[in-house]
Every structure is written in structure tokens, then in C-alpha cells.
């Protein structure tokens, strides 16, 4: 039996959203089919290609990462809950006659390839490669994301999460804020030769602070 399967098996989905009814929990989902709505069916494979695409991710920015189980069944959940409200949200985008500029869809397009890959958008373009894109494909779902918030932010508006529940949430899933720390007893730059070394030293202390690398208890550390 897949994760697929056990997702649907474990409790399967139901959703009932401004008046578009899901009936996945109604009846059983076709061969193939994770869950429908009136808004759009959610295939097994978009689900399998999405969290395999969302592993290769985060295996980018933490290589010996292994993902248990547990992990790529919640990962499956959440991929089936954000189709089928990104589905809901395009369509009420197409009934808006909602339209996505070719300049917010870069926007975006650097957004993403700055958050990762330091802006360099050939790895971020090999990167889609291998996670099965083509560029007009990435560029297609970008302004269909991008048409799903215009919908829900219009349909919505903006919904105040009280700071209560962000904590319960940050509290009761650990694993999602782990951040890796280091301890550095040395940091080597290269300073130009034509200025008096204490002088540079200072700017690059200075320098450090302000991008939030060096903090004050690290000002014994050797530079």
C-alpha cells in the first residue's frame, strides 16, 4: 500500500468552502484521484511529483537530511489541502477576470531565485530542470499561485492570526524552525593591502555587524 493510499485510509480529506463542497470523504475517489471538488480533481501523481519536488528542495539546503515516513505522509496532506485551495482560488480568479502582469510573475521568478540559490538564475534554472520544469511551465504555475492570492486576498482580505496560536504552532512543531548553528573562533577575509590594517579590521567588524554576522559576543573572535 502507498503513502497515497494511507493518507486517504487514515481519514481521508473533506472541504467545505465558500460554496464549493468537496466530496472526497462523500464517496470513493476514482483510480488515481486523491481528492475532487467542483473546483478540479487532485491526482495521486501531481501529489507524488509535488512532494518530490519539494524533497530535492530542502535536500538542497540541508544535503544529509533523511525524511521519515511521517514526514512525506504530512507532506502529502498539506500538498492535497494547497491544490485544492489553490484550485478553489483560480477559480473565483476566472471569475474575477483577474490578470497577472508579466512583471509580477518575475517578480516572483527572482523572489524564489534569490531565496535560494543567491540569485544566480542558472542554478536556479538547472535546479528546475531537474525537478522536471521547463521554464515556461515554472513561469505558467507562478502566475496561477500568483492569480490563487489575488483571489484569496480579495475574497478574504487579510486574516489576523493572533500571536497566541502563531507561538502554539512555532512550539508544537520543532522540527519545521530548526535552524543549525556553528561556533567561529576565527573568520578569514581578505583586506586590501593598501589600507593600515587596524583601520580595515574595524570596517570589516563594522560590515559584519550589519549583516547580523558577527554579534557582540563574538567580538573576542580573531578576524
Excluded at 489541502?81 to 480568479?93: C, E, G, V
Excluded at 521547463?134 to 507562478?142: H, Q
Excluded at 500568483?146 to 520543532?174: C, M, N
Amino acid at each position: 500500500m502507498n503513502l497515497i493510499n494511507r493518507i486517504i485510509l487514515a481519514g481521508g480529506f473533506s472541504l467545505v468552502f465558500l460554496g464549493w463542497p468537496c466530496w472526497a470523504m462523500a464517496k470513493k475517489p476514482p483510480p488515481g484521484v486523491v481528492a475532487e471538488s467542483r473546483a478540479g480533481v487532485i491526482t495521486e501523481e501531481e501529489v507524488e511529483i509535488h512532494v518530490a519536488r519539494y524533497l530535492k528542495q530542502m535536500q538542497r539546503l540541508s544535503p544529509e537530511k533523511k525524511f521519515s515516513d511521517t514526514e512525506i505522509i504530512a507532506q502529502q496532506k498539506s500538498v492535497v489541502s494547497d491544490l485544492l485551495l489553490q484550485r478553489i482560488f483560480l477559480k473565483l480568479a476566472a471569475k474575477y477576470k483577474m490578470v497577472v502582469p508579466d512583471n509580477e510573475i518575475r517578480e516572483r521568478y527572482l523572489i524564489v531565485a534569490s531565496g535560494i540559490f543567491d540569485s544566480d538564475e542558472e542554478r536556479f534554472k538547472k535546479a528546475l530542470v531537474e525537478d522536471g520544469w521547463t521554464e515556461e511551465s515554472y513561469l505558467e504555475t507562478l502566475r496561477e499561485i500568483i492569480a490563487a492570492e489575488k483571489a484569496r486576498a480579495r475574497t478574504l482580505g487579510e486574516i489576523a492570526v493572533p500571536a497566541g496560536d502563531v507561538r502554539a504552532y512555532y512550539d508544537s512543531h520543532p522540527a519545521e524552525f530548526k535552524v543549525e548553528e556553528i561556533e567561529v573562533s576565527h573568520i578569514l577575509v581578505s583586506a586590501p593591502e593598501s589600507d593600515m590594517p587596524e583601520r580595515e579590521l574595524k570596517t570589516i567588524r563594522t560590515r559584519l555587524k550589519e549583516k547580523g554576522i558577527l554579534s557582540d559576543s563574538l567580538e573576542g573572535a580573531t578576524i
